[in-house]
């Protein structure tokens, strides 16, 4: 089976410090990686998100930024925080469509268990 | 973006069914409906989707109306473990399922 595996769970980084979130996916190869972001009481917005390797999209322009080394290794990074990056950080992958497609309708997201910065 | 409605609280009562609705009028013929749950201070949990037909799994079941315009998550024997806020979601947008648009949800207190 699937799983998705996130750390570090907690963090307190100060401002100006850089930061580095990193995310595995076991059991599924060519995945779809996501980075979101849920403040206190909020929903989840999307950070990036990528389709291989190499490959990243940013839905947000911010001071954080993101990478995929290898297939299934997502990384979010940022050289320095601001206090406004405090959060719920979640880590998430789906499967990719048939036929080369990179999303199908019917795919399901699955999350990480998340890791929460706070930034001092 | 198709739109969601959901109740902001309910309580049910531990043992029996949780029903949960949605309201999704402005969904289009071929978006899904999918059922997350997220537990304070964990990732959210996939539960349940749907195109028409309804469905069940160990989880829930998820009850579709006939146009399509609402549905119902049933949680048939609510435990205190249920106690979550339940998202549904009607919508991604974009071709990689990018957006996949987490609204408030409801929040589900299951009571001793």
């Known amino acids: 089976s699937q799983t998705i595996h996130q750390w570090p769970a907690t963090l307190v980084q100060p401002v100006g410090s850089p930061l580095s979130l990193e995310c595995t996916v076991e059991?599924?190869?060519?995945?779809?990686l996501y980075w979101y972001r849920q403040a206190a009481g909020r929903g989840l917005q999307l950070l990036f998100y990528?389709?291989?390797?190499?490959?990243i999209s940013s839905e947000v322009p911010q001071n954080l930024s993101a990478s995929r080394p290898q297939d299934r290794q997502f990384i979010l990074s940022s050289k320095k925080l601001l206090l406004s990056d405090s959060g719920f950080y979640l880590c998430?992958?789906?499967?990719?469509?048939?036929?080369?497609?990179?999303?199908?309708?019917?795919?399901?997201?699955?999350f990480g268990e998340g890791s929460w910065l706070t930034v001092v | 973006d198709a739109k969601t409605t959901q109740p902001t609280s309910m309580d049910c009562a531990e043992g029996r069914a949780a029903n949960l609705p949605c309201n999704h009028s402005?969904?289009?013929?071929?978006?899904?409906v999918y059922w997350y749950r997220q537990i304070h201070s964990q990732g959210p949990q996939y539960i349940i989707h749907?195109?028409?037909n309804n469905e069940t799994n160990e989880m829930a079941s998820l009850i579709i109306t006939e146009d399509r315009k609402s549905s119902t998550l049933i949680l048939p024997h609510a435990t205190l473990r249920d106690t979550a806020v339940y998202y549904c979601?009607?919508?991604?947008?974009?071709?990689?399922?990018?957006?996949?648009?987490f609204g408030p949800g409801t929040r589900l207190s299951v009571l001793p």
């Open positions: 998430a992958w789906s499967t990719r469509g048939d036929r080369g497609q990179v999303w199908r309708k019917s795919n399901t997201i699955y």
């Open positions: 059991g599924t190869s060519n995945p779809n």
């Open positions: 990528s389709v291989g390797i190499g490959q």
């Open positions: 402005t969904i289009s013929g071929n978006e899904y």
């Open positions: 749907g195109l028409k």
């Open positions: 979601i009607v919508r991604v947008v974009g071709n990689y399922g990018q957006n996949f648009v």
